[in-house]
């Protein structure tokens, strides 16, 4: 039975006869084994997991050592997330610096010339015919509003930095 407590046989034979009567109701003589030795064997899994979890040998001060050495792991593992999710900004960052250098360099203000542009958004027209036909089949005139969502387009809203022009490509 290894080093199980008084109460922990306890549990794991009145799981076990349970089991193996509910086993004998429902499938005789054969049920009653098979049942009784699944329950025997799972809660001794059990009981040694929640002994290797919270060990009840233990001196209050070796549990205290296991606290403080299981906080310090968790610390560790922090501090180690942390840093991946800083390098990994780091490079998100680096990428989104380099597609933007590389916008910029193709480029430039229709008005100056200047290279020297952001991006302002994505393009949207105003008013969507085909979402406001859509919204009008199916409310029955009432969706015609659909069509004010506007739609989304393959351009993109640009300004120039220099001269404040805005123009779309």
């Known amino acids: 039975m290894g080093n199980f407590s008084t109460l922990e046989k306890w549990i794991l034979w009145g799981t076990t006869i349970i089991c193996a009567i509910i086993g004998l109701s429902i499938d005789g003589f054969l049920g009653f084994i098979l049942l009784a030795l699944v329950a025997y064997f799972a809660t001794k899994f059990a009981i040694k997991k929640h002994d290797e979890r919270f060990p009840a040998s233990l001196t209050p001060q070796e549990r205290e050592a296991m606290k403080k050495e299981k906080e310090e792991k968790d610390h560790i593992k922090a501090e180690k997330k942390a840093q991946a999710d800083a390098e990994a900004q780091a490079v998100i960052q680096r990428l989104q610096k380099a597609k933007q250098d590389r916008m910029q360099a193709k480029m430039k203000c229709p008005r100056c010339g200047s290279k ?38 393959k351009q993109a809203d640009f300004v120039c930095m220099d001269c404040g022009k805005q123009f779309k490509k």
């Open 116 to 153: 020297n542009i952001q991006p302002a958004g994505k393009h949207t027209e105003k008013f969507s015919g085909g979402k406001a036909a859509v919204g009008a089949a199916i409310t029955g005139g009432v969706g015609l509003a659909a069509g004010l969502l506007g739609k989304n387009t």
